[in-house]
């Protein structure tokens, strides 16, 4: 049987430590230290850092308040606002190119009529957003706000809110055998009838709104809008008039990219692909786990 020595006080023990102690104390006085290498693995050359600069001026030249001069709509925008006053209008154009101004100047007319307005957007954000713009634009008076989070002035005659809610409206106003109280609905962002997941809500929300309401929808991102204007025409009864203004963005878009050392470059290099600056910082620095090794 094999005996145990649990229990035992190993007489070497305390002697081996003690020595190992000594040893390694002995060691560390005598040996110099290694420093880590620097921190920054950027070439910080002159020609290197000239050239940083100039391809940063050239990402952020021309950022800023543009000077003041008087507005002219564009004809597509003219042309919304003409068909709106008896038809369904879809406007699909790129984003800065000013399709809320449309939808601006519509609320506009009809307050002055004394008439109601929705404005629905898929996001709470941009809900948010759009309401502290109409209030300063019409009077805080004048718009109420309706979201999962906020009910505010819910009586007014301009309502911004989710599209969620606006369908919900919808349904309650068809239990009860009423009306819903609006003349003038703008469906902000309605590309999202494609979501997967939420896209029956705007479509439940086209479908249910009645005849006597004209709706404006807009979108930056609609590739097949007369198919789609087809449809609206076929569930609701009332001629949808498609403004389809195609190019560029009038904003031209920039992209960056902040690095953890606060310097910003341009996300793509004059090559129109990634710029091989930033690859380093998609790249593991080994060095700190180096460091930790030794």
Do not use: C
């Not at 000239?50 to 391809?55: A, D, G, P």
């Not at 068909?83 to 406007?91: G, S, T």
């Not at 008439?115 to 009077?139: C, D, H, I, Q």
């Not at 929300?205 to 076929?234: C, K, M, Q, V």
Request: glycine content about 8%.
């Amino acid at each position: 049987m094999a005996r145990s020595n649990k229990g035992k006080p190993n007489r070497n023990r305390g002697a081996s430590k003690k020595g190992r102690s000594k040893n390694s104390r002995s060691k560390e006085r005598s040996r110099k230290r290694e420093f880590a290498d620097e921190s920054s693995f950027s070439d910080n050359s002159v020609e290197s850092v000239k050239i940083r600069k100039r391809k940063l001026a050239n990402l952020l030249d021309g950022i800023g308040t543009p000077k003041p001069a008087p507005f002219v709509p564009d004809d597509f925008q003219i042309e919304a606002l003409e068909a709106i006053e008896n038809e369904d209008v879809l406007v699909t154009a790129p984003t800065g190119s000013g399709k809320t101004w449309i939808a601006r100047e519509e609320i506009r007319r009809l307050l002055a009529d004394g008439k109601r307005a929705w404005y629905t957007t898929p996001l709470k954000a941009l809900t948010n957003s759009k309401y502290m713009e109409f209030s300063e634009e019409f009077g805080a008076e004048n718009v109420g706000v309706l979201t999962g989070d906020r009910k505010e002035n819910y009586n007014a005659p301009l309502i911004v809110g989710t599209t969620e809610i606006y369908r919900n409206q919808l349904f309650d106003s068809l239990r009860r055998g009423e009306q819903v109280n609006t003349d003038f609905v703008i469906l902000d962002e309605v590309h999202y009838l494609a979501d997967e997941w939420r896209g029956h809500v705007w479509e439940e929300a086209i479908i249910l709104s009645p005849p006597r309401i004209r709706l404006l929808l807009l979108s930056a991102t609609i590739g097949n809008a007369e198919e789609f204007a087809t449809w609206i025409e076929d569930v609701r009864g009332v001629k949808v008039h498609v403004i389809n203004r195609g190019g560029s963005r009038p904003v031209e878009l920039r992209a960056g990219f902040l690095s953890p050392d606060g310097q910003l470059y341009p996300l793509l290099g004059e090559n129109g692909k990634l710029n091989r600056e930033i690859e380093k910082f998609a790249q593991p620095d080994n060095r700190y786990d180096n460091r930790r090794r030794r």
